[in-house]
């Protein structure tokens, strides 16, 4: 199957506001989501003991702010044109129809809620004995370069392969002097990080066919260029950056159906 649209989660099935029934998903596994090192050293907003990330919904307030979730579960408001929040993309599916890796990978999680891989997107920074080896062999020359790169917003990631692993080489856009990475590194400004590319793992809620990233993928892209968000959100930045660069950065154009069953 192909994957024809990415979006955001609302506030109403994130949270089960306004009549509009929570989502089994969240309320089985919680809204709070983890980020990845990569949309870290974007300028996702986070908490540093657990990684906890605040994340933009396709929610929009009467006075035309984004709302996003926090990393302690409280909504929030942004300015449109900030890149310091989180991108948790989701997609629905057809009823009994999975793109043919998510498929081959689910398992169940929790009741009522399943757990697959699918598609490719750099997420975890590498030991610093791995990244000082790969480093090395950047500056040398010796590393593979693959014809796909990786787009953030206006921002190019090379993607490099060594032994059967591909990676992007990264520098934090965020000011920041207490960043500690997941290997236990305190990031500083002008320091070369090595993001290893991996399956995206899944939630997946059977009931409303919906899926929804685990984690936070990805940040420093704006809601929109404006102050202001647009009405509806089909018109902001975000919507078009998911469906035309982190769409295409995740699939790779994976177009197979395979029949999943209940």
């Known amino acids: 199957m192909e994957i024809n649209e990415l979006t955001l989660p609302n506030i109403n099935e994130i949270k089960g506001f306004n009549g509009v029934a929570q989502l089994e998903l969240f309320k089985r596994y919680g809204i709070q989501a983890k980020a990845t090192d990569f949309a870290r050293i974007l300028g996702v907003t986070t908490e540093n003991e657990f990684h906890y990330g605040c994340y933009f919904t396709s929610s929009i307030s009467d006075s035309k702010e984004p709302l996003a979730i926090s990393y302690d579960e409280k909504i929030m408001c942004y300015v449109a044109c900030a890149r310091y929040g989180g991108i948790r993309p989701q997609f629905k599916y057809s009823k009994n129809q999975l793109p043919k890796d998510l498929f081959e990978s689910v398992k169940p999680y929790t009741d009522q809620v399943y757990l697959g891989t699918y598609g490719n997107y750099p997420q975890e920074v590498i030991s610093l004995k791995d990244s000082q080896c790969l480093e090395e062999r950047y500056q040398n020359q010796k590393l593979e370069e693959m014809p796909f790169n990786y787009i953030v917003d206006k921002a190019t990631f090379k993607t490099y392969q060594y032994k059967d692993s591909k990676y992007v080489r990264a ?92």
């Open 171 to 262: 520098f934090t856009t965020w000011p920041t002097t207490d960043l500690i990475l997941s290997n236990g590194v305190k990031v500083k400004r002008d320091m070369p990080i090595w993001i290893k590319v991996s399956p995206v793992r899944w939630l997946i809620d059977q009931n409303t066919q919906t899926a929804i990233s685990e984690k936070i993928l990805v940040s420093g892209v704006p809601y929109d260029r404006n102050m202001n968000a647009q009405l509806p959100f089909e018109k902001n930045w975000i919507y078009a950056y998911i469906n035309r660069c982190l769409l295409r950065d995740l699939t790779k154009g994976d177009t197979n159906v395979k029949t999943y069953q209940k």
